[in-house]
């Protein structure tokens, strides 16, 4: 097969197989999107993981003040987050005051946030499944849509009141880490990452949600583990023992050059300003 094409799934363009060494991509010609087929480009691990232990600690706090400082002085009443694991994020937005629910059917299998539960705040269930709880002035996706079936931001969007925000981090499909580990990225790990925006097609699929902007951002402190484990894939394929120790040890750099450079940080995201009625 020469020169295999087929369409973006965002903007319609044609999209070409970019080879990542172990493995094939597919890649949009015009907006850089990046859709995978797991039987060209196999994970390394079975499971998702929906991370653990200090380091998800801090990340959940550095993503709320991100948050907070996007919105700005904008009153933040009701939030709902889709995918929302045990409820750390939605618990900071709790304690603000506002009224928070959350929906994720595997609940990343860890203890919930108990005063959030006690309320019964959280569900085990899709966003579909969430049924009729009226619209929120902000809607959180965290790590979610590169998960979904489709690129489609629309059922996300329509929980937002009008004139109300949507905020979204995803791997980023134009990071320079893909660039420079190939099949050994460690967003590539996870079996249920199926798709990876760039800033391009992101802001495509906010505006063609209802969203009547889009901010698109690239946070350097998200996903810091990410630059390590990549580093460590890539020294495991080349054979070399202790990989994950190397890997750990040859972080700090990594992140430094991601404050050099924001095109280091493996991830994107986004505010996106609902249109009004």
């Given at each position: 097969?020469?020169?295999?094409t087929r369409?973006?799934e ?5 999209a070409?197989?970019r080879?990542?060494g172990r493995g094939?991509l597919?890649?949009c ?12 480009c196999?994970?390394r ?5 929906g991370g653990?232990?200090i380091?998800e ?5 550095r993503t709320?003040?991100?948050?907070r400082t996007?919105?700005?002085s904008?009153r933040?009443?009701?939030v ?9 994020l939605?618990?900071?937005f709790?304690?603000?005051?506002a009224e928070v629910v959350?929906?994720?059917p595997g609940?990343l299998?860890r ?6 539960d006690?309320?019964g ?9 969430l049924g009729?709880v009226?619209d ?5 996706a ?8 489709t690129?489609n931001?629309?059922?996300?969007l ?6 109300g925000?949507?905020y ?5 499909a134009d990071?320079r880490q893909?660039q420079?580990?190939?099949s050994?990225w460690?967003m590539?790990?996870?079996?249920t990452?199926?798709r990876f925006y760039?800033a391009?097609?992101?802001?495509r ?5 209802g969203?009547?902007a889009?901010?698109?951002g690239r946070?350097?402190?998200d996903?810091?583990l990410c630059?390590?484990?990549s580093f460590s894939?890539?020294v495991s394929?080349?054979g070399v023992p202790?990989a ?5 040890a040859a972080a700090?750099?990594?992140?430094v050059r ?10 994107i995201?986004?505010l ?6």
């Amino acid at each position: 097969m020469s020169d295999p094409t087929r369409m973006c799934e965002v903007c319609g363009a044609s999209a070409n197989l970019r080879d990542v060494g172990r493995g094939s991509l597919w890649q949009c010609t015009a907006c850089s999107h990046v859709m995978r087929d797991l039987d060209l480009c196999a994970p390394r691990r079975a499971d998702a993981w929906g991370g653990s232990g200090i380091g998800e600690r801090v990340r959940v706090d550095r993503t709320y003040r991100r948050v907070r400082t996007l919105v700005r002085s904008a009153r933040v009443r009701r939030v709902l987050d889709v995918g929302c694991g045990d409820g750390a994020l939605l618990r900071r937005f709790h304690d603000d005051g506002a009224e928070v629910v959350g929906c994720d059917p595997g609940m990343l299998g860890r203890p919930l946030d108990a005063t959030l539960d006690a309320q019964g705040a959280l569900h085990a269930c899709t966003l579909d499944e969430l049924g009729d709880v009226g619209d929120f002035d902000l809607v959180l996706a965290v790590h979610v849509i590169e998960h979904l079936p489709t690129p489609n931001l629309q059922p996300l969007l329509n929980r937002v009141r009008p004139g109300g925000y949507f905020y979204a981090i995803t791997p980023a499909a134009d990071s320079r880490q893909i660039q420079r580990y190939g099949s050994a990225w460690w967003m590539l790990d996870d079996p249920t990452h199926v798709r990876f925006y760039s800033a391009d097609s992101l802001a495509r699929a906010a505006v063609a949600a209802g969203a009547q902007a889009a901010i698109i951002g690239r946070p350097r402190d998200d996903s810091l583990l990410c630059d390590g484990l990549s580093f460590s894939n890539s020294v495991s394929d080349r054979g070399v023992p202790l990989a994950t120790a190397i890997g750990l040890a040859a972080a700090a750099p990594l992140v430094v050059r991601r404050a050099v450079s924001a095109t280091w940080s493996p991830v994107i995201d986004v505010l996106a300003v609902r249109a009004g009625d």
